[in-house]
């Protein structure tokens, strides 16, 4: 601890550190202490007597040397924040210190330990994170080798729909899926036509999904998502926002009957009554009038409340809103 | 203070009905002064990367319990004191590294026992200097905080900079409009918020960014209805909280969801009663101190979040917590009407 306190930056105190992190991780100023001695490392000894070969590789082993280091500890202790902290300030300073195609490798490992990460656990909130920040990192003009710069967009997307197929309850997924929509229109340089066909497919991707897992809250919260491409107060950031009101209403009634069709031998499940308020209230929203009976959204009130008497307050406020 | 688990386990005792409804208060009190007695254990030292937090968290569950003399004041101001930087900042206890985390428990500290003008009196930096500090920390061109001078940002950075800097009265220090803009890019579909722009809901970081919001008045900026109806769906049929779809219930995440729900005006829309029989559950009747959930170790992380909880549902004996700072309602009023 001396060497520490003593604020020393050699290689001796560098192997106290691992040693102190493996048994507490947590120990945030240990890390910070780490910080220092590796970028006093980085300089080397002498600098001016080797050649800028030489510094080259050593920080490239260096800085190996410790991303090996971080492994086992990310293994023992998955949701310690300061781990990972130090791994991407690690790798940050391999884009400030590297040529872009030796820190690009870097990063590139990254995609792939965030992949072994979320195949083990699909829901894991810091292998989510982590995967996002690390393809911030390989788009950015940073770390970027070519003109316009290399947008993963597409691969992201198509990962995102990997991670559904093999499991449709992965909110992760299917936030992350939002996220990268627009991106991936706007890339693709998407007319109107191709919009309304991206639109269907992720509607009809939804349904197969519904029809499989109708308990499933993921699936419902994407299925609303959707469902505001359909409402004009969230227009501006729909996938179509060029769609006419009476597009949208014929979508609102497509969908309509879609979920309706849903309650057939399903009567218990209470997102289906939900979502056909929620189509309701936007169909009058659009046109004034209700797509059913005025009474039957009134019965669908009632059947929340039976179903889902914990959020009674909330189905109540509903209920008080449909009469105003 | 001790970071320390158990030596509780909640919800052991198998009571009488009407048992499980009361509140053991006095085994709470003595639970949390029993914590700093325990420096003879090895975890005791493991966690000393929390202890001023700790110091936080027992204080503010003392002082909701009724006890606010609970902790010595002028032992617990030199503890205080004693993290402190010249920077102004504060490290979690003597000898760490200044962190955003600390520096906001060390000014909630001193807010809630009345002490911040010992500061100017005898800190190693005075109170502008602490606010310098926290402002130092904003990234004035995406207005996002970080934890340290490392760069690390994080929502819970920017939470940290409004709530301390607010009870200081230096919220002048920051770009405000910035902040709240970055919190606003943070949103997603589900109108919850995320650690940054692009990140998942979670409960944890709504509280945040919602806190965030509700400190600038900008309240405005929230969808309401669509994010009440989000996290009134993390009520599970045990009556406990999760912080995701699709996870376990846990203490701690009924206070965030709980707390943002009542910022946006929407707590009726989970069932307090059930909640509030699911945290007495998580409680150590005989030992004190309250669990994540029923048969685990009681912590006092967990405790002052069920305390918090059960404040804010108006459960009897209790002080009224300020949702937003979660710290007793009458200090926050005091403060920020000077
Ligand atoms: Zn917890």
């Given amino acids: 601890m001396t060497s520490i306190r003593e ?22 100023t240990i890390w910070n202490h780490r910080r220092l001695t590796m970028q006093h490392l980085f300089k080397g000894p002498g600098s001016s007597e080797r050649s800028r070969e030489q510094d080259h590789d050593a920080i490239v082993n260096l800085i190996s040397d410790d991303l090996a280091f971080l492994l086992p500890l990310l293994r023992k202790f998955p949701k310690c924040y300061w781990i990972w902290n130090y791994r991407l300030w690690l790798l940050e300073e391999s884009t400030r210190l590297l040529p872009t195609a030796e820190a690009r490798k870097f990063w590139q490992q990254e995609l792939a330990l965030a992949g072994k990460m979320l195949s083990l656990d699909s829901r894991n909130f810091h292998g989510w994170g982590y995967r996002r920040t690390v393809v911030q990192a390989l788009e950015s003009t940073k770390l970027s080798t070519q003109e316009p710069i290399n947008s993963m967009a597409e691969q ?26 627009p991106r991936l229109l706007n890339e693709r340089g998407a ?25 499933d809250q993921s699936l419902w919260f994407y299925h609303q998502y959707l469902m505001s491409n359909f409402d004009p107060k969230y227009a501006r950031d729909s996938m179509v926002p060029d769609l006419t009101t009476d597009e949208r209403s014929k979508y609102i009634a497509q969908e309509f009957d879609r979920v309706q069709e849903m309650l057939d031998g399903d009567e218990d499940c209470k997102w289906i009554y939900q979502s056909l308020i929620h189509l309701s209230k936007l169909r009058k929203g659009l046109t004034a009038e209700w797509p059913a009976k005025a009474d039957s959204v009134r019965q669908w009130t009632d059947e929340l409340l039976r179903l889902d008497p914990l959020r009674a307050g909330r189905w109540n406020d509903l209920k008080s809103d449909l009469d105003n | 203070m001790s970071l320390v688990s158990g030596p509780g386990r909640g919800g052991t005792s198998a009571g009488a009905v009407p048992d499980e409804l009361k509140l053991a ?39 909701l319990l009724g006890h606010p003399e609970g902790l010595p004041r002028d032992a617990t101001i030199d503890f205080v004191l004693s993290c402190q930087h010249g920077s102004g900042g504060f490290g979690a206890a003597p000898g760490h590294d200044a962190h955003m985390l600390y520096t906001v ?17 005898r800190g190693k930096a005075g109170e502008e200097q602490v606010g310098k500090y926290i402002a130092g920390l904003q990234n004035r061109e995406t207005g996002s905080f970080a934890g340290d001078e490392w760069g690390e940002t994080d929502t819970r950075f920017l939470f940290g900079a409004f709530n301390a800097l607010s009870l200081l009265h230096l919220l002048s220090l920051i770009d405000v409009p910035k902040a709240v803009a970055h919190v606003h890019a943070c949103a997603n579909f589900d109108g919850g918020y995320g650690v940054s722009p692009g990140a998942e809901s979670h409960a944890g970081q709504i509280y945040t960014c919602v806190g965030a919001l509700a400190i600038a008045g900008r309240l405005d900026l929230v969808d309401r209805d669509r994010l009440g109806g989000w996290l009134s769906e993390r009520q599970l049929p045990n009556g406990g909280l999760n912080g995701r779809p699709e996870k376990l219930e846990d203490v701690c995440y009924s206070w965030w ?18 909640l509030t029989q699911f945290i007495l559950r998580c409680q150590d009747r005989e030992q004190g101190g309250i669990a994540d959930r029923p048969g685990d170790m009681v912590d006092v992380f967990h405790t002052v979040f069920g305390i918090a909880g059960l404040s804010l549902l108006s459960f009897p004996g209790l002080e009224a917590v300020d949702p937003i700072y979660c710290m007793p309602k009458a200090i926050t009023s005091r403060i920020l009407s000077k």
């Fill in chain 2, 257 to 274: 969801v709980m707390s943002s729900l009542a910022m946006i005006d929407r707590l009726r829309w989970i069932d307090g009663d059930k």
């Fill in chain 1, 191 to 215: 007319d109107n036509e191709a919009r309304r066909r991206f639109l269907d497919e992720e509607l009809e991707l939804i349904q197969r999904a519904l029809w499989a897992g109708s308990e």
């Fill in chain 1, 7 to 28: 604020h020393q930056y050699t290689v001796e105190t560098l192997e106290l550190t691992s040693k102190l992190l493996r048994s507490n991780p947590e120990y945030y």
């Fill in chain 2, 105 to 121: 428990s060390a000014v909630q500290i001193l807010a809630t026992i009345d002490a911040v003008e010992e500061l100017d009196l």
């Fill in chain 2, 25 to 63: 208060v006095d085994n709470h009190v003595k639970y949390i002064q029993s914590l700093d007695t325990r420096q003879d254990e090895l975890e005791y030292w493991l966690t000393e990367h929390l202890r001023l937090n700790g110091v936080y968290w027992g204080l503010t569950a003392l002082h």
């Fill in chain 1, 156 to 181: 992201e997307f198509e990962y995102t729909t990997q991670m559904i197929n093999s499991n449709l309850s992965n909110f992760s997924a299917w936030h992350t899926r939002s996220k990268l929509i």
